[in-house]
């Protein structure tokens, strides 16, 4: 079945250092979205990539879905400790989903 | 307030003793899902239901009932919890198909079992 591996598990960074996590897929994508999940909290949603190549801005977030649809990033410019969390990628179609295993950014002020 | 709420928050309970975590969302959403949180795991997804009456297995069924009368309830039932059912179990709610539409999410169930 479809699998989404996320990397890397784990990023502890000193604030204002750049972050980014990666997914990748085995096979083609039909969209990607990506949520934060905050220490104690639940997922938050905070885009939808659709198209290949497609690249998308939120302030210091950077988002690109690969031309191949299979690969997708998420680059945090100059982390801020407010950025602590854990990042998933989701993907799917009719209704089965997939989320990436997450990775957890630590940041230190 | 658009949500979607899970009851209870917080649950210890006992080997092979039934419980029901209950899932409610008042945004009129078709598709629903349950999810357990394991650490190095992610989210893993349990069942699905894409409409009422619409139910299917997602990754990890096993030991998991669901069903969906209402179009706001989807409630999650373990007929005889077992240890490794030990997780954080969250349900989401979407507008249509779960890969379409943003997915929102319950605060979460922390369930233990001893």
């Known amino acids: 079945g479809q699998q989404v591996m996320q990397i890397p598990q784990y990023q502890h960074v000193q604030e204002g250092e750049d972050f980014t996590t990666y997914c990748n897929s085995s096979t083609t994508l039909s969209n990607i979205q990506w949520y934060k999940q905050r220490p104690g909290g639940h997922p938050v949603f905070l885009i939808q990539l659709v198209k290949s190549g497609e690249v998308k801005k939120q302030k210091r977030l950077t988002f690109q879905f690969g031309e191949a649809k299979k690969n997708s990033s998420l680059h945090i410019t100059a982390t801020q400790t407010t950025d602590v969390g854990t990042y998933f990628c989701l993907s799917g179609n009719t209704g089965k989903l997939i989320f990436g295993q997450g990775t957890t950014l630590q940041v230190k002020p | 307030e658009a949500q979607v709420t899970q009851n209870p928050r917080y649950l210890i309970t006992v080997t092979g003793k039934k419980l029901t975590v209950t899932c409610s969302q008042n945004?009129?959403?078709?598709?629903m899902s349950w999810y357990r949180q394991d650490p190095g795991l992610g989210l893993r997804q349990i069942y699905y239901?894409?409409?009422?009456?619409?139910?299917d297995k997602g990754d990890v069924p096993e030991g998991y009932k669901v069903s969906r009368k209402e179009k706001r309830n989807f409630p999650l039932i373990l007929e005889s919890p077992s240890p490794n059912q030990t997780s954080l179990y969250f349900c989401?709610?979407?507008?249509?198909?779960?890969?379409?539409?943003?997915?929102?999410f319950g605060p979460g169930t922390r369930l233990t079992v001893l």
């Open positions: 945004m009129n959403h078709e598709y």
């Open positions: 989401a709610s979407s507008l249509r198909s779960g890969g379409v539409d943003t997915q929102y």
């Open positions: 239901s894409m409409n009422v009456e619409v139910t």
